[in-house]
Structures are given as structure tokens and as C-alpha cells.
């Protein structure tokens, strides 16, 4: 599983990342084999989850980011081969992730989100909040003591987001980052397809963005189209288009990440 920057020695796989490792642990606790409906039948690479003709690793692009990434993860999420959250984890070094269940809460995210040199902020629509726990940026540098924005996001449905919400007492102290409405349409029109739903990596790039790291979130934005590009060809078995507007886009992005002079 090559890596394109950032993995260490050329020829020594990555180790997996917090969602590779969080869906190991769900597999070992399914009773039966998980079957993603209407998904890509046969043999998966283990480092991007498609197809072996329509590999990805060669292209991950890990971007060192000042900011975090707290993906809580609905049951099923971790299995599903067209998650994105992921991606995220490919991208973002610091991401960190967590299955999500009602009845408990794993140490391991309380004591990340106590962690002094983060700032948690969990991302949630801001009109379903008591409105002083919403916030639309992040606090200064100087108000924030150097600590490090970290974003909770909850990977999953929208229903299950909201009952995630409701239900983990552990958030009910943070921020609430609210997407504001503006945001939200200069990133539509920037992108290639047309839907209303987002993506928890598109959630993931424009909250990076938010954070200042705009590189960071326009990388990850192109690399899911990459991702989306080549799981809809592999599904419809046809070959991925390595020269087609999404890879384009990817490593114009690349260049302008690993040439400083460029923004
Ligand atoms: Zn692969």
C-alpha cells in the first residue's frame, strides 16, 4: 500500500489508520458476513476498500494538518465500503475514531476530548441547538491557549446523527460548529456533482477550511471525487479515467501542496 508523502520509507505499507482499525474490530464482532448492498462484489484491496483494478493507495495525499478529526461512528459505518469517513483518515493524520453506542462511551474519546491540547467542537446543524452553545468560527489562537481545533463529526445517517446528538451526554458541554448557509453554497458550486446530501468528508473539507487549512480541505475534497469516481466505475465495472477531471484536479491540488510557492 504505497503512499504518496508521508508514510515513512518507500516500500513499507502505511500502518492502518483509526478507521482501518475500527472497522477490523467491528468485522471481528459481526456474527455474519457483512454484504454491502448493490456495492462491488469480489476481492478488496485492505487499503482503500476497491477493487484491486481500481486501487488507490498509490494516490492517498496525507496532508499535515494543525487541526484534529473526531469521527464518532454510527454501528454499521465502519463496514460500509462507500464510507467516507475514511478518507479522512487517509488525509488527516491526527484523525481519530470511535464506534458510537448509546449505553457506554469508550475511555479513549472521553480522554481525548479532555486532552488540554485540543479544542473540541462538535459540527452539528445550529438550528436544532440551544443557541448559546452555537458557534459559526473558531475561537481566536490567542483565546483558544495554542490548543489545537478538534472536529467531532458524527458519521452517520442524519437520523442516526441526531439521536447520536441527543444521546452522548459526554458532548453536551462542547461548541456546536454550525456550516453557515454561505459556506455551505460557495462550496456547492465549486464541486463536481449535484445533490443536497453532504458527505462526511465534505463536512471534514470545509471545516478544515474554517481552520485556515485550505489546502488540507480542498486536497480531501478532491481526493473524494478520485474515491467516488472510481467506486462508481468499479461498480458498474467499467475502468477508472486516470486522466478524467477528478484525477486532474488531484494532482493540480498535489503540486500546489508540495510546491510552497503555490496557493
Ligand atoms: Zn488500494
Not at 469508550?106 to 458557534?135: H, N, S, T
Not at 461498480?235 to 501542496?257: F, I, M, N, S
Request: glycine share 6%; net charge positive; aromatic share 8%.
Amino acid at each position: 500500500m504505497p503512499r504518496s508523502e508521508g508514510a515513512g520509507p518507500p516500500g513499507v505499507p502505511a500502518a492502518p489508520h483509526a478507521v482501518a482499525r475500527l472497522r477490523a474490530v467491528r468485522l471481528a464482532r459481526s456474527a455474519k458476513p457483512f454484504l454491502a448492498r448493490g456495492g462491488i462484489k469480489g476481492d478488496r484491496c485492505p487499503g482503500c476498500r476497491l477493487v484491486p483494478s481500481h486501487c488507490l493507495c498509490a494516490l492517498q495525499p496525507a496532508v499535515p494538518t494543525r487541526a484534529g478529526m473526531c469521527l464518532l461512528m454510527a454501528d454499521i459505518e465502519p463496514l460500509k465500503p462507500s464510507n467516507t469517513g475514511w478518507l479522512i483518515a487517509d488525509v488527516v493524520p491526527d484523525t481519530f475514531a470511535f464506534g458510537w453506542a448509546r449505553t457506554e462511551a469508550d475511555p479513549a474519546l472521553l480522554a481525548l476530548l479532555a486532552d488540554p491540547q485540543w479544542e473540541p467542537y462538535v459540527v452539528f446543524p445550529g438550528e436544532f441547538v440551544a443557541p448559546e452553545r452555537v458557534v459559526t468560527q473558531l475561537a481566536a489562537p490567542a483565546a483558544s491557549h495554542g490548543r489545537r481545533p478538534l472536529f467531532v463529526l458524527l458519521d452517520a445517517t442524519w437520523a442516526e446523527a441526531r439521536k447520536m446528538f441527543r444521546k452522548s451526554p459526554y458532548l453536551a458541554h462542547l461548541p456546536v460548529l454550525s456550516l453557515q448557509p454561505e459556506q455551505i453554497s460557495r462550496y456547492l458550486l465549486r464541486r463536481s456533482h449535484r445533490s443536497d446530501h453532504f458527505c462526511t468528508a465534505e463536512v471534514a473539507a470545509l471545516c478544515l477550511e474554517l481552520a485556515g487549512e485550505t489546502r488540507a480541505g480542498k486536497t480531501l475534497q478532491a481526493y473524494l471525487d478520485v474515491f467516488t469516481h472510481h467506486y462508481l466505475q468499479a461498480k458498474h465495472q467499467l475502468p477508472p479515467d486516470w486522466q478524467g477531471y477528478a484525477h486532474v484536479r488531484l494532482r493540480a491540488q498535489q503540486t500546489a501542496v508540495q510546491s510552497p510557492a503555490v496557493h
